[in-house]
């Protein structure tokens, strides 16, 4: 497979001049890509097969925890999240959109099942399948945030522990300091992101790109483990 960049035209000052580009954008750049992706992501046919899985989708399946791979087919780690999943999974094939929810303990997990062609269409019927993006605070954007901004180890720590939800007494007991430690390390990240409150800054850290890191735990899936790209 593969896809066209199109044509690229670049305007000179008597906007004539234009430069046709068609470089291929091989089915490596496209996985490459959805493997950059802060979500798991997996691609299914109607029988449930799975047909691709970026690597945070792998770790997912590896894990067992909510979803598990059972004869190369997606289905839920108990009878209730596998059941939750079929109606879902149904739906998407009948061409509508469908979000289940699973909670074990602690633990949630949201999949998003989103039908990739028309039942009317030909093509072979798929259905993408977006998990929950991970905790912010585990998005490497916001390690990348704090260099780019300045913060010192311990304001990157503060910040980490506010992407948490923790409180400033919880964060100052994690650490051993004084809690007014804590508020003048706020004050400073703060000031430093330009951000007038902590609401805003947290804002703002959730708006950042997802970004994964470059070192992955490599779990191979036996429908795409010669299409994994792990740099």
């Known amino acids: 497979m593969a896809l066209s960049t199109g044509t690229v035209r670049f305007a000179g000052a008597d906007g004539a001049s234009e430069h046709d580009a068609q470089a291929p954008l091989g089915r490596s750049h496209l996985l490459r890509a959805i493997d ?18 970026n690597h945070l989708a792998r770790h997912e399946l590896a894990s067992g925890r909510m979803l598990i791979s059972y004869g190369n087919s997606l289905l839920g780690s108990n009878v209730e999240f596998t059941a939750q999943m ?6 998407a094939f009948r061409g509508q959109r469908r979000l289940v929810l699973l909670q074990k303990g602690e633990r949630e997990l949201s999949l998003a099942f989103t039908p990739l062609s028309h039942p009317l269409e030909a093509d072979l019927p798929t259905v993408l399948v977006m998990l929950s993006r991970q905790s912010a605070c585990d998005n490497l954007a916001v390690r990348m945030f704090a260099r780019t901004i300045g913060l010192s180890p311990s304001e990157e720590a503060v910040l980490l522990g506010l992407c948490r939800g923790l409180e400033i007494p919880e964060i100052a007991a994690e650490h051993g300091v004084a809690p007014s430690t804590i508020r003048s390390q706020i004050k400073t990240l703060r000031e430093k992101a330009g951000s007038p409150s902590i609401r805003r800054l947290l804002q703002r850290v959730n708006s950042l790109p997802p970004v994964v890191p470059a070192l992955r735990i490599v779990m191979p899936m036996p429908h795409n483990a010669a299409d994994s790209i792990h740099p």
Do not use: K
Not at 36 to 53: S, W
């Open 36 to 53: 950059e992706v802060d979500y798991g992501m997996l691609i299914i046919d109607a029988q449930g097969t799975i047909l691709h899985a």
């Open 86 to 91: 079929q109606v879902a999974m149904e739906a």
